[in-house]
């Protein structure tokens, strides 16, 4: 069974293309057809209008590994610092790739991009993607996993990848259940530009509204510095400033980032949505794996949702080469239990340091102002401490053990 064994992934996404990459790559004698059920884009969107993605070095170091970072980094801004502050308080912090004697804290690349890259080089390496394909039903307890399409075609796979985020009535038809855990607040995403010349510096500011991330863009030649912007407010706040025109939202932005790279010139095209923590109870079932977004949501505040992906990616290709070199079925548990078990690992550590910065910087009051800002000062002060919470969102090996 050493060859031709078929995985279906369902979900085109970024998880979804990385997953199929990372097994093409690993394992190139798997078979594997992956499913969206949407056209993927074609032209040249708007600089101002484009979600983007904060990539971490572990990352860059697997894209590097799958032969795609050399296509990509044209299009990347690279974190060369962060500034970290409260605003209206007395706390701040500057972390800085130069203390952790790495090029850079990380890489920001626009989601389009980045997709784009993906799909280019998972066809590169034989992957079948069909699209749009929408899948309708899921059957376990046959002798293989198969899913049903809209069309009426029915599809079999010795493994089925799950990587189009939550969908229930899958799930329930596997007897997958999966906990809610709204975070009572909203993601405000978009780009703005400031005057001058990119510098490559990130903000993490935290203010009455929330955690604001401000992360720098590549330039395009403009002359004008470009940044992706997820701001993080309560569900009693979205409405009113979700509905505010183009001027009055600028200014809101304004006053709660401040002045420290001038007066905003623009802001593009924004979308928003609730931030709910949403738990898989079991990540596997009779030949069907949750990926991604399917297996697991994070709060944004640390930006580890697709970078926790690609790690996971990494791991299950490494097992199922194994699994393929000794004429293993890729899709039965004995060839997943190794994956199963980092993968859980990796998960509770980026689960748990995440929501420790999200109940840190989200929550609001006296008694948390104060420890909050002692932290940063702490931080400003202690170079051994600004590299280990530095390493934290670097993906460095190192950083496991800064949370015990």
Same mark, same amino acid.
């Given at each position: 069974?050493?060859?031709?064994?078929?995985?279906?992934?369902?979900?085109?996404?970024?998880?979804?293309?990385?997953?199929?990459?990372?097994?093409?790559?690993?394992?190139?004698?798997?078979?594997?057809?992956?499913?969206?059920?949407?056209?993927?884009?074609?032209?040249?969107?708007?600089?101002?209008?484009?979600?983007?993605?904060?990539?971490?070095?572990?990352?860059?170091?697997?894209?590097?590994?799958?032969?795609?970072?050399?296509?990509?980094?044209?299009?990347?801004?690279?974190?060369?610092?962060?500034?970290?502050?409260?605003?209206?308080?007395?706390?701040?912090?500057?972390?800085?790739?130069?203390?952790?004697?790495?090029?850079?804290?990380?890489?920001?690349?626009?989601?389009?991009?980045?997709?784009?890259?993906?799909?280019?080089?998972?066809?590169?390496?034989?992957?079948?993607?069909?699209?749009?394909?929408?899948?309708?039903?899921?059957?376990?307890?046959?002798?293989?996993?198969?899913?049903?399409?809209?069309?009426?075609?029915?599809?079999?796979?010795?493994?089925?990848?799950?990587? %189009?985020?939550?969908?229930?009535?899958?799930?329930? /038809?596997? *007897?997958?259940?999966?906990?809610? +855990?709204? $975070? =009572?607040?909203? @993601?405000?995403?978009?780009?703005?530009?400031?005057?001058?010349?990119?510098?490559?510096?990130?903000?993490?500011?935290?203010?009455?509204?929330?955690?604001?991330?401000?992360?720098?863009?590549?330039?395009?030649?403009?002359?004008?510095?470009?940044?992706?912007?997820?701001?993080?407010?309560?569900?009693?706040?979205?409405?009113?400033?979700?509905?505010?025109?183009?001027?009055?939202?600028?200014?809101?932005?304004?006053?709660?980032?401040?002045?420290?790279?001038?007066?905003?010139?623009?802001?593009?095209?924004?979308?928003?949505?609730?931030?709910?923590?949403?738990?898989?109870?079991?990540?596997?079932?009779?030949?069907?794996?949750?990926?991604?977004? %399917?297996?697991?949501?994070?709060?944004?505040?640390? /930006?580890? *949702?697709?970078?926790?992906?690609? +790690?996971? $990616? =990494?791991?299950? @290709?490494?097992?199922?080469?194994?699994?393929?070199?000794?004429?293993?079925?890729?899709?039965?548990?004995?060839?997943?239990?190794?994956?199963?078990?980092?993968?859980?690992?990796?998960?509770?550590?980026?689960?748990?340091?995440?929501?420790?910065?999200?109940?840190?910087?989200?929550?609001?009051?006296?008694?948390?102002?104060?420890?909050?800002?002692?932290?940063?000062?702490?931080?400003?002060?202690?170079?051994?401490?600004?590299?280990?919470?530095?390493?934290?969102?670097?993906?460095?090996?190192?950083?496991?053990?800064?949370?015990?």
């Amino acid at each position: 069974m050493s060859d031709g064994q078929q995985v279906l992934i369902l979900g085109g996404g970024l998880a979804g293309l990385s997953f199929a990459i990372a097994l093409a790559t690993e394992a190139p004698a798997l078979d594997i057809t992956l499913l969206e059920a949407h056209s993927f884009r074609s032209g040249t969107p708007n600089p101002m209008d484009t979600r983007s993605s904060a990539l971490n070095l572990h990352s860059v170091e697997l894209l590097e590994r799958w032969d795609l970072w050399s296509s990509l980094t044209s299009h990347t801004g690279a974190i060369g610092d962060i500034h970290v502050s409260h605003r209206g308080h007395f706390g701040s912090a500057l972390m800085t790739a130069e203390e952790l004697d790495v090029p850079a804290l990380g890489y920001v690349v626009e989601n389009h991009e980045l997709g784009g890259a993906l799909l280019a080089r998972a066809e590169e390496l034989g992957v079948t993607v069909r699209a749009p394909v929408r899948c309708v039903a899921l059957e376990a307890g046959v002798e293989k996993p198969c899913v049903q399409t809209d069309d009426g075609e029915r599809l079999t796979a010795d493994l089925v990848l799950l990587a %189009a985020g939550v969908a229930e009535e899958w799930f329930e /038809g596997l *007897g997958i259940g999966v906990e809610e +855990r709204p $975070a =009572g607040s909203h @993601a405000v995403v978009f780009n703005a530009s400031f005057p001058g010349v990119q510098q490559g510096r990130a903000f993490e500011r935290f203010t009455p509204h929330g955690p604001l991330a401000v992360l720098p863009l590549p330039s395009l030649g403009r002359s004008e510095q470009r940044f992706n912007v997820v701001w993080s407010v309560s569900d009693t706040e979205i409405e009113t400033l979700g509905n505010l025109e183009s001027e009055a939202f600028i200014s809101a932005f304004q006053k709660a980032f401040g002045w420290r790279l001038g007066r905003v010139s623009d802001v593009g095209q924004r979308s928003q949505w609730p931030l709910v923590r949403l738990i898989a109870s079991e990540q596997y079932r009779s030949g069907f794996l949750l990926v991604g977004n %399917a297996a697991h949501t994070l709060h944004p505040v640390a /930006g580890q *949702g697709l970078n926790l992906s690609l +790690r996971e $990616a =990494g791991l299950l @290709a490494s097992e199922l080469a194994i699994a393929v070199r000794e004429g293993q079925p890729v899709g039965q548990l004995g060839s997943l239990k190794r994956y199963l078990e980092q993968a859980a690992n990796e998960q509770h550590f980026i689960t748990r340091s995440t929501d420790l910065l999200a109940t840190l910087f989200n929550r609001r009051g006296p008694l948390l102002d104060t420890p909050r800002n002692l932290s940063l000062a702490l931080l400003d002060l202690v170079p051994a401490a600004r590299a280990r919470v530095a390493n934290l969102g670097t993906g460095q090996r190192s950083a496991r053990n800064a949370l015990g």
